[in-house]
């Protein structure tokens, strides 16, 4: 039976992640913690960018969980088995779909993915750290509520290209961020 409870764990740690991380998102990185998340907001060449920093904090803290479980504070090592689950999801999800870290191109064209990819679009579709709509990573409000918002916040109609234009000073190489 503690197999059971620990998969519920599990699941319900990446559940509780998403809703972390939109905050943190919102919260800390387009507020005080501008400094790291700006390099993924601006066009950028190479692999890696200022911004990944949080990835490794939030690594270092299930990595820490996980040591802390296994010498037998019970429940942390599955908390941060979570975190590490829901870590390969943003990475796969985020980082791969959305920005097109990966070796290779895919755009999708329909269902829950194009939604998600669009909603992040948008979020990148403002200039700066305020204004932005969409800032979770594996859920998406509808595409018409964020365009709606956008258009209450700046005053000007957003397309769907909107979604899908690059940032300026990128190339057909370089994805949007």
Known sequence: ???????????????????????????????????????????????????????????????????????GYWPLQWIGAGMTT?????????????????????????????RLYMAHRLHHAVRGKEGCVSFGFLYAPPLTKLQKTLRQRHGRPVSGDAATARQDGESAGQSGK
Request: proline fraction near 3%.
């Open 1 to 71: 039976m503690l197999w059971l409870y620990n998969t519920l764990i599990v699941l319900f740690t990446v559940f509780i992640m998403e809703i972390v991380a939109a905050l943190a998102h919102k919260y800390i990185m387009h507020s005080w913690g501008w400094g790291w998340h700006h390099s993924h907001h601006e066009p950028h060449k190479g692999s890696f960018e200022l911004n990944d920093l949080y990835a490794v904090v939030f690594a270092g803290l299930a990595i820490a969980l996980i040591y802390f479980g296994s010498v």
């Open 86 to 114: 829901y870590g390969a999801l943003y990475f796969i999800v985020h980082d791969g779909l959305v920005h097109q870290r990966w070796p290779f191109r895919y755009i999708p064209r329909k269902g829950y993915l194009k």
